[in-house]
């Protein structure tokens, strides 16, 4: 199911903000000192191209400069990445077929807005890199 989810995302809205993002990228890279945000804008390229079977996880390595660096992108393109991402749903939302397709646009704009410090990971396996956040109970619930 997830890879009929993600064909008909990647014709009917994927690719044309996996292109939005490649673009400021790109943009970023062209200057030195942003080449960070160019980075996290071509991982979350990839996760908007297949987003379903993938989530976002924090990183627990990620610093005060990552916080830093989320303020400067929220100002300069994070808020423009979030508002597209809310006019692609839209459209989505009108079929029915469409709906999952919505909530999973509206699902990718915490990342657009606050990419740094994040990691994009398989969704059945999502502590494999970094172990469970704290408090976290396998069980379903707090420690």
């Not at 990839?46 to 990552?66: C, E, I």
């Amino acid at each position: 199911m997830r890879t009929i989810l993600n064909i008909i995302w990647l014709v009917l809205a994927g690719l044309w903000l996996a292109i939005g993002y490649v673009f400021f990228g790109v943009l970023a890279c062209i200057l030195i000192v942003t080449i960070p945000f160019g980075i996290a804008s071509f991982r979350i390229a990839g996760y908007a191209l297949w987003p379903f079977g993938r989530t976002v996880v924090d990183k627990p390595t990620a610093g005060g400069w990552s916080t830093f660096g989320n303020v400067i992108w929220f100002v300069v393109a994070g808020i423009w990445l979030a508002i597209g991402h809310v006019i692609t749903s839209i459209p989505l939302f009108v079929s029915i077929i469409g709906i999952p397709l919505g909530i999973a646009n509206l699902k990718m704009i915490p990342i657009s807005l606050l990419p740094l410090g994040k990691d994009i990971v398989p969704i059945d396996a999502p502590y494999t890199a970094y172990g469970p956040p704290a408090g976290y109970d396998p069980r379903g619930g707090q420690r």
